[in-house]
């Protein structure tokens, strides 16, 4: 079953599984690595976005913040991002930074 | 590396209760026969599973099988009486002949305690004061014992005494460190349950266990380590999966809703069949591989039991899993077969 060679999207689906069970340092090494190969940029985003969620709950937050940035600066509409930032933001003790994208992600229609 | 299987039964609504308790009574005749070393029933209080009096179903099994070695996985000895508790497997290894073992722990459900009248503020001190007195039961027939949760025993004798010249006790823990230094201590072979996350994680507590034991004076072959892992034998990778799959989602996301985990997932399912991680799930052959691996990220196993409970399989699918773990599992890791 196991092939050391595996394709992006089987990389991408088992770094979603582990993502699931709670394994977020294992999430966040491979899906770094996805992000470092992969060549479409509209998958780059999502495979960004998860990475940044897997920093977010391993507390790697200088990280989640980067890639957080990374995906707002391509797809400024993404309030789920806004939303993340401002929490990563709020996880470093850094409340006044964090109002504003926590208050974008309120107008986009997510709230806490 | 003994290989054994544990069962929870867990009631399949589309099944008669009365039909699943023969099921599985067929399943571990299956597993004898087959050359499974060991089978292990579960025990909880609650509504979906059937397994509340496990002696009861491991005699009726003791009745119908010859080699294979019958266990609880675990006794709730908190919840219980261990004079009792030691009764029915004493009794149960005279019935099997000496194959009757013990995994006693403190169960990872709570619902036994207001059952029983017991107070979960007390969940150590009746595990530690009942353990030992199972232990003290075991060396002695007649002991003088006294503790805080029953009367004294002052030596008026406890029977029948088991086949065995000692009754086998293992202790079940889950990843509570002090578990692992108590059992080494005591010197007791170890049962760890590892339901979820990267076996490796274990190796520190495992460690910790077998220093514990080497510190107290316990000789290295007395401390003995055994894992018990979610796992199913397929006879190809993707039958497995996709066979193990919706009973098991359908009792994990249940039980996950009671304890706050998310709901199981496919993609959280692979995961945990893929590399590294702690599910048995596979062919005949990737199964044995993992289960080499996992020995060896333990830092060595002697024992792997296979919890195969699943209540949405048909009984024919489960019977063909358990052939397979005996027939061609064990012989791969005994080293009577090679791999391909």
Known sequence: MT???????????RAHGLFDTGEFDAAAALLAELVATTESATDTLAVRLLLARAYYHSAQLHHAEAETRAVLAADPANAYAWLLLGRTLERQSRHAEAGGPLRMAAAMGLDR | MEIGIDNFVAADPAVEPARQMQDVLAQIARADSAGVHTFGIGEHHREGFLDSAPATILSAA???TERIRLRSAVTVLSADDPVRVFESYATLDLISQGRAELVVGRGSFTEAFPLFGLDLADYDALFEEKLDLLLTLRDDAHPHWSGRHRAPLTGQGVFPRPHQAQLPIWLGVGGTPSSFVRVGVLGLPLMVAI??????????????????GRRAGHPAEQLKVGAHLIGFVGDTDEQAAEAFYPGHAEMFTRIGRERGFPPVTRAGYEAQRGPGGPYLIGDPETVARR???????????????VQMTNGRMPHETMLRSIELLGSKVVPLLDGRAQPR
Request: proline share 6%; aromatic share 6%; no cysteine.
């Open chain 1, 3 to 13: 092939t050391t060679q595996t394709s992006p999207n089987q990389r991408w689906a």
């Open chain 2, 291 to 305: 289960a080499r691996e996992i020995s060896a990220e333990l830092g060595g196993v002697s024992r792997l039991t």
């Open chain 2, 62 to 64: 003791a009745a119908i």
């Open chain 2, 195 to 212: 339901i979820g996350g990267p076996p490796a994680r274990f190796r520190s507590l495992v460690d910790l266990y077998r220093e514990t």
